[in-house]
């Protein structure tokens, strides 16, 4: 810990010849944090954005309905977005955040006491619950233990039994630092002919996510997490077996404007298999936000010239070296070895160290903000993301360092600096 140190300051002298003022002696105490603004965003989400997306951001208002708008930013910006999520089918951005996409589609999808087969491993695993249940699904979860490994064997028994018109799953399971086998889930729903529905809110643009490949129908996610752009947009894609689904409800879905299949009605064209003519100017079910918008398409811009496969790899040594980091303190991964996240570490903190003190001491004295684990895992985990531009050694290692520094303050021993040299290490050894 920086302890007070006493400095002696001398006042310059006033002018030549004359008598020096008295040298005073004050206490001082170092807060590294304190000369910068802000701290470093290492929580999962909403992460660190990079500067020409924050530059998009600062322009002057514009029309969220002129056509200049939409040919020149809005559409560009999902078809763009077509690629990130790997699929041909449409994607859709509203305003909003991850729970906007899921509930959006939920609700359009599900009609009251259809059959919702929710897998269940974590916190927002429990999110999707609730939401089934909010629009009256006759859901049944399947549990699983947090950061364990998910039965696929069972799952498919479970599914058979069941034959639900929708599974849904958490690809990263944020809360635990889990990434859980999407592909094979998709094969388990496709086997019922039941929708896949796929929250991909800490994944998307981070780790490789196979809308089409894997038979997602609805890929639902949020702008502020490994898509690197700010928070507030909602984004989903929809299957046209999704759309379908829609077009054969037996009453209309109970919102006016997170309805997606008006959303086909009013945004798609014909060409693409909406109801809008070619060439016609399209409807907006809600305004959309032409900043967050403008801000988006600069952030896809910058993921596609990146590369997918070259983004996926960052993530995967960032994630891997911060792994090493913390392991070389002395501390333990709270996953199950085989499901480890690549965009969220959720590790153990040591037996008699609270997590939200070491949250509060690396902010407050060292300027990185992390995040404690979340519900029943609160008090006994830490949770940093590497997300976005912040899957880099310039800012693991720096995390790695304040992690360490305020494990130190708290009264945890490790050798000075293994968490950084192991992670140096990862860096080196990808190459
Ligand atoms: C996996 C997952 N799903 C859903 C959500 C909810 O998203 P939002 O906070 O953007 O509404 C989060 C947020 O952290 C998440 O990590």
Same mark, same amino acid.
């Given at each position: 810990?920086?302890e007070?140190?006493?400095?002696?300051?001398?006042?310059? $002298?006033?002018?030549?010849?004359?008598?020096?003022?008295?040298?005073?002696?004050?206490?001082?105490?170092?807060?590294?944090?304190?000369?910068?603004?802000?701290?470093?965003?290492?929580?999962?989400?909403?992460?660190e %954005?990079?500067?020409?997306?924050i530059?998009?951001? $600062? &322009?002057? *208002?514009? #029309?969220?309905?002129?056509?200049?708008?939409?040919?020149?930013?809005?559409?560009?910006?999902?078809?763009a977005?077509?690629?990130?999520? &790997?699929?041909?089918?449409?994607?859709? #951005?509203?305003?909003?955040?991850?729970?906007?996409? %899921?509930?959006?589609?939920? %609700?359009?999808?599900?009609?009251?006491?259809?059959?919702?087969?929710?897998?269940?491993?974590?916190?927002?695993?429990?999110?999707?619950?609730?939401?089934?249940?909010?629009?009256?699904?006759?859901?049944?979860?399947?549990? +699983?233990?947090?950061g364990a490994?998910?039965?696929?064997?069972?799952l498919?028994r479970?599914?058979?039994?069941?034959?639900?018109?929708?599974?849904?799953?958490?690809?990263?399971?944020?809360?635990?630092?889990?990434?859980?086998?999407a592909?094979?889930?998709?094969r388990?729903?496709?086997?019922?002919?039941?929708?896949?529905?796929?929250?991909?809110? $800490?994944?998307? /643009?981070?780790?490789?996510?196979?809308?089409?490949e894997?038979?997602?129908?609805?890929?639902?996610?949020g702008?502020?997490?490994c898509? /690197?752009?700010?928070?507030?947009?909602?984004?989903?894609?929809?299957?046209?077996?999704?759309?379908?689904?829609?077009?054969?409800r037996?009453?209309? /879905?109970?919102?006016?404007?997170?309805?997606?299949?008006?959303?086909?009605?009013?945004?798609?064209?014909?060409?693409?298999?909406?109801?809008?003519?070619?060439?016609?100017?399209?409807?907006?079910?809600?305004?959309?936000?032409?900043?967050?918008?403008?801000?988006?398409?600069?952030?896809?811009?910058?993921?596609?010239?990146?590369?997918?496969?070259?983004?996926?790899?960052?993530?995967?040594? $960032?994630?891997a070296?911060?792994?090493?980091?913390?392991?070389?303190?002395?501390?333990?991964?709270?996953?199950d070895?085989?499901?480890?996240?690549?965009?969220?570490?959720?590790?153990?903190? *040591?037996?008699?160290?609270?997590?939200?003190?070491?949250?509060?001491?690396?902010?407050?004295?060292?300027?990185?903000?992390?995040?404690?684990?979340?519900?029943?895992?609160?008090?006994?985990?830490?949770?940093?993301?590497?997300?976005?531009?912040?899957?880099?050694?310039?800012?693991?290692?720096?995390?790695?360092?304040?992690?360490?520094? /305020? %494990?130190?303050?708290?009264?945890?021993?490790?050798?000075?600096?293994?968490? +950084?040299?192991?992670? &140096?290490?990862?860096?080196?050894?990808?190459?």
């Amino acid at each position: 810990m920086s302890e007070p140190a006493r400095i002696s300051i001398r006042p310059p $002298s006033v002018c030549a010849g004359l008598k020096a003022p008295a040298t005073k002696e004050i206490w001082v105490t170092i807060n590294w944090a304190k000369c910068h603004t802000r701290p470093v965003l290492m929580i999962p989400g909403p992460t660190e %954005l990079p500067y020409p997306v924050i530059h998009a951001m $600062s &322009q002057p *208002p514009t #029309i969220q309905y002129d056509k200049s708008f939409d040919e020149g930013v809005l559409e560009p910006t999902t078809l763009a977005l077509r690629e990130v999520f &790997q699929t041909k089918s449409e994607v859709l #951005i509203m305003p909003g955040s991850g729970r906007t996409a %899921l509930e959006a589609g939920a %609700l359009s999808v599900i009609e009251p006491g259809d059959r919702v087969l929710v897998v269940g491993a974590g916190q927002f695993g429990i999110l999707m619950r609730e939401i089934m249940n909010r629009v009256g699904a006759d859901w049944t979860e399947f549990p +699983v233990e947090w950061g364990a490994r998910l039965d696929l064997d069972r799952l498919a028994r479970e599914a058979e039994r069941l034959r639900p018109k929708a599974i849904t799953l958490v690809h990263n399971e944020t809360s635990t630092g889990t990434t859980y086998p999407a592909a094979d889930v998709g094969r388990i729903a496709k086997s019922v002919d039941a929708l896949f529905l796929l929250d991909t809110v $800490s994944s998307i /643009a981070g780790i490789d996510v196979r809308t089409d490949e894997w038979g997602v129908d609805l890929n639902m996610t949020g702008s502020q997490k490994c898509l /690197a752009a700010p928070l507030g947009m909602s984004l989903i894609s929809v299957s046209p077996r999704a759309f379908e689904t829609m077009e054969r409800r037996k009453r209309k /879905a109970g919102s006016y404007v997170y309805d997606l299949l008006r959303w086909k009605e009013w945004w798609i064209p014909v060409s693409r298999g909406g109801n809008v003519p070619d060439g016609a100017a399209r409807r907006q079910p809600v305004s959309i936000p032409t900043h967050l918008t403008g801000a988006m398409n600069v952030a896809v811009r910058l993921i596609l010239e990146e590369g997918l496969p070259e983004r996926f790899r960052r993530h995967a040594v $960032s994630g891997a070296a911060m792994r090493r980091g913390i392991t070389a303190m002395g501390l333990e991964m709270f996953p199950d070895a085989s499901l480890l996240s690549n965009t969220v570490s959720c590790l153990k903190t *040591p037996t008699g160290i609270d997590p939200a003190a070491v949250v509060t001491r690396m902010r407050e004295q060292y300027g990185i903000l992390i995040g404690t684990g979340l519900d029943k895992m609160r008090t006994s985990t830490l949770r940093i993301g590497t997300m976005g531009i912040t899957a880099s050694p310039l800012y693991v290692l720096p995390t790695l360092s304040a992690l360490e520094l /305020a %494990l130190r303050d708290l009264g945890h021993k490790c050798e000075p600096g293994a968490g +950084v040299a192991a992670a &140096q290490a990862a860096f080196a050894d990808a190459g």
